[in-house]
């Protein structure tokens, strides 16, 4: 069974650069989340949907940031224009509310880690 | 206050020790725990979830969950160095399905 897919793996870029990181959750699962990890902060959501929809964008840190969930297996976290703060593993994440599946587990993909120069 | 607070760590125990760790959480509302464990450099795993006040034993492990003192906590019996890793504790809330997590704490196990 595939789990959370995530592309790139790596990704270097020079600042100001714009960036789009991809992501295709568990299949059969209806909720999806980015997170950002870095050592001072930790790891922060940045925005999740449910059913495709975003419901709740406010770990978004500011308008250079933007996520889209066209359909249940493909979503994108795209930063324009990129700044050397934007530094980060960026981790995408699914789960289920219904269904014989543990209910809101998270299930994490291997990340991408974004360096920005 | 944070919604999710653990002791950072490094929390350091010999091999086949029990280690303890400890998680509170702020939103009263919350009804779902997870435990998270993370070596370095992968993303976060499941551990365990608990949703009841209690224990609840899964091998090596137990969750521990007191909905009256917002605490949960987690122990590992007979400690490897394997376990060695952050551990992530995390509960839904907001009453959606947003979970928020924990800083996370560190465990060494040591030979």
């Known amino acids: 069974d595939a789990g959370v897919i995530q592309s790139p793996r790596h990704e270097v870029t020079e600042m100001g650069q714009e960036v789009t990181l991809r992501c295709k959750p568990i299949s059969g699962h209806n909720s999806l989340f980015w997170y950002r990890q870095t050592m001072m902060r930790g790891l922060e959501l940045l925005i999740y949907?449910?059913?495709?929809?975003?419901?709740?964008d406010s770990g978004m840190p500011e308008d250079r940031f933007s996520a889209k969930m066209p359909n249940a297996s493909f979503s994108t976290l795209k930063i324009q224009p990129s700044e050397p703060r934007d530094s980060a593993v960026y981790f995408c994440?699914?789960?289920?509310?219904?269904?014989?599946?543990?209910?809101?587990?998270?299930?994490f993909g291997p990340g991408t880690r974004l360096t920005v120069l | 206050q944070k919604e999710v607070e653990q002791n950072s760590g490094p929390l350091s125990v010999p091999e086949g020790a029990i280690a303890s760790l400890n998680c509170t959480y702020s939103d009263r509302g919350s009804q779902s725990f997870f435990w998270y464990r993370q070596y370095s450099g992968k993303s976060p795993e499941l551990i365990m979830f608990?949703?009841?006040?209690g224990d609840k034993e899964d091998g090596r492990f137990t969750a521990q969950l007191n909905k009256a003192s917002q605490y949960v906590s987690l122990l590992i019996r007979d400690s490897q160095p394997s376990d060695s890793a952050t551990y992530l504790c995390?509960?839904?809330?907001?009453?959606?399905?947003?979970?928020?997590f924990g800083t996370g704490t560190q465990l060494k196990v040591e030979l």
């Open positions: 995390a509960a839904i809330t907001g009453g959606g399905n947003k979970l928020t």
């Open positions: 949907f449910n059913n495709n929809v975003p419901i709740d």
């Open positions: 994440a699914s789960s289920s509310r219904a269904g014989a599946q543990i209910r809101d587990t998270q299930y």
């Open positions: 608990i949703y009841s006040n």
